[in-house]
């Protein structure tokens, strides 16, 4: 019971933090971290460890695949010379960095340590990033490439961190052994989670059953991850792409409804996972202080802004260059032009880590030189970062003017789509309109799907917004009217709580379509 009474606790205190962050207009992430370390001082809170197996092999896979799921995997082909020069090119610079400032500082840090420190704090986190970017209006190429390399950079590091662990005790590093180590490795990977991918859609189109759909990608996710984990082999890059087979055949493969239910269903389990991991993280503050006794607190404030400097310099020395060079090839700059000066520097300042790093560090063997230290830098150097970068990140992006501006209605991209959508309806409904049988209802229909032309034609060109508005805010009023004389009919015995339930959620879907086409999509509104 202390264990089910202390995570009911901390969801509770997730939920106060998350509308803490909501009226400061912070991303929560960074709320959470400070908050799970205020906890951490409160008389009689209970000492929690965090298990870096448990984090790694429970929150990282369905987080992970949430995320691959989503991807716009097109973009992220479009975009994968800088995804991996952010992704192998960052972390490698990066790690080096730190490896050789960490070494200089403390010279009785021995050079496997070093590296050790510098692949665990290098990698930007996929959590940390989603969490921060998720409230931000940013361009649409900036979110693919930041997310892109939160989600693969983890492997490249792996490389580097099993490399040192390996080397403690060994006259020399084997640099050629790893860098030979890690196409394999990530080929293994890919195999494994398409492999698993493949299975779980053989599955899906046999279950017809939304809740067993739903809990079948869960079980995805842990199995891909547990697998390539199992043969030692990258998990990350595995649920990436056990997510990014599932993401593509969802459309396909899922009915409407399970898609609805999944999208809610992984929704709550993302809020609640993501929360509890960045609370874990500042209550591990308690624990990794205690271990620091023999230390001076000024020495180690220093040697953690110190690195902490350095980790954040390191990306802007590696970003800029990387846009640069590659586009001094005529090819590529006809291709792909330099973006503006503006988005370099927004790339090089979303740079957040989070819980594997974490993890990684608290995953050191017991006997590892310095593992102590190494815990405490790299529990700082995610403080410094989520919450330096995490709470000027949105100021940044607003004081260069990379902001996106907020739209009173759709974008004209998807005004076009919706509008070839109904054209297509329309011509397939006026094509019936001759049918012996059905051609006489087919004629009746024909009002109401040309009306619905009409909306849309009116919403991509901007020529009629008043009578737009109008049209969307009368349908809205009659919806909202049937809704409450369902209500009634129910409360008056009329229909059945179950019949009610079904009715009143194609309803909700309708509402949301047309409050989505007013550009008007709070609860309140």
Do not use: K
């Not at 995570?7 to 400061?24: D, E, N, P």
């Not at 590093?173 to 494994?192: R, T, W």
């Not at 890059?237 to 809610?264: D, K, M």
């Not at 090089?348 to 989070?354: I, T």
């Amino acid at each position: 019971m202390a264990i089910v009474q202390a995570l009911l606790a901390l969801i509770a205190a997730c939920v106060g933090f998350a509308l803490l962050a909501r009226r400061l207009r912070l991303p929560y992430a960074v709320i959470l971290v400070l908050g799970g370390m205020a906890l951490a001082f409160v008389p009689g809170a209970p000492h929690v460890e965090l298990d870096p197996e448990l984090v790694l092999a429970f929150f990282l896979p369905p987080l992970l695949q949430a995320s691959a799921w989503r991807t716009d995997w097109r973009a992220f082909h479009s975009n994968l010379r800088p995804i991996l020069l952010l992704a192998i090119g960052a972390v490698a610079f990066s790690a080096a960095c730190i490896a050789v400032t960490a070494r200089w500082l403390v010279p009785s840090l021995p050079w496997s340590a070093a590296i050790a420190l510098g692949a665990i704090v290098a990698p930007p986190d996929a959590m940390a990033a989603s969490a921060v970017l998720e409230r931000l209006r940013l361009p649409r190429r900036i979110v693919t490439v930041l997310e892109g390399e939160s989600l693969i950079n983890d492997a490249s590091a792996l490389v580097l961190y099993r490399l040192a662990v390996a080397a403690v005790g060994a006259e020399s590093i084997a640099f050629g052994e790893a860098v030979a180590s890690f196409v394999p490795l990530a080929m293994g990977s890919i195999a494994i989670g398409y492999a698993v991918g493949r299975a779980t859609l053989f599955a899906l189109r046999r279950l017809r059953d939304p809740l067993l759909e739903v809990l079948a990608s869960f079980l995805a996710c842990f199995a891909s991850f547990l697998t390539a984990d199992a043969l030692e082999l990258s998990g990350v890059i595995a649920v990436v792409t056990t997510g990014c087979v599932l993401g593509r055949a969802q459309h396909t493969v899922l009915s409407p409804r399970t898609r609805i239910e999944a999208g809610a269903v992984w929704e709550f389990a993302e809020f609640v996972l993501n929360s509890l991991v960045f609370i874990l993280i500042g209550l591990q503050l308690n624990a990794i202080l205690d271990r620091l006794d023999g230390h001076r607190p000024w020495e180690l404030v220093g040697l953690a802004l110190a690195l902490s400097l350095v980790l954040i310099v390191s990306r802007f020395v590696w970003v800029f260059p990387a846009a640069w060079l590659p586009r001094q090839i005529p090819a590529v700059r006809q291709r792909d032009p330099m973006p503006p000066w503006s988005h370099v520097v927004i790339i090089s300042w979303a740079g957040m880590r989070g819980v594997v790093s974490l993890a990684a560090a608290l995953a050191l063997p017991l006997d590892f030189p310095q593992r102590d230290l190494i815990v405490f830098l790299a529990f700082c150097a995610i403080l410094a970062t989520l919450v330096v970068q995490g709470t000027t990140l949105e100021w940044l992006i607003r004081r260069l003017g990379v902001e996106e501006a907020q739209r009173g209605s759709v974008e004209p991209e998807e005004a076009e789509a919706r509008r070839l959508i109904a054209a297509a309806m329309l011509e397939a409904l006026e094509d019936r309109t001759t049918d012996p049988l059905e051609g006489a209802i087919a004629r009746d229909l024909l009002a109401e799907f040309r009306d619905n032309v009409r909306v849309l034609d009116g919403l991509g060109s901007g020529a009629t917004a008043a009578e737009l508005s109008a049209r969307l805010r009368l349908r809205l009023a009659a919806l909202r009217a049937g809704r409450a004389r369902l209500l009634d009919h129910h409360d008056g015995g009329g229909v059945h709580q179950e019949l009610l339930t079904r009715i009143e959620q194609e309803l909700d879907l309708e509402e949301l379509r047309l409050r989505r086409l007013l550009g008007v999509e709070t609860a309140l509104a």
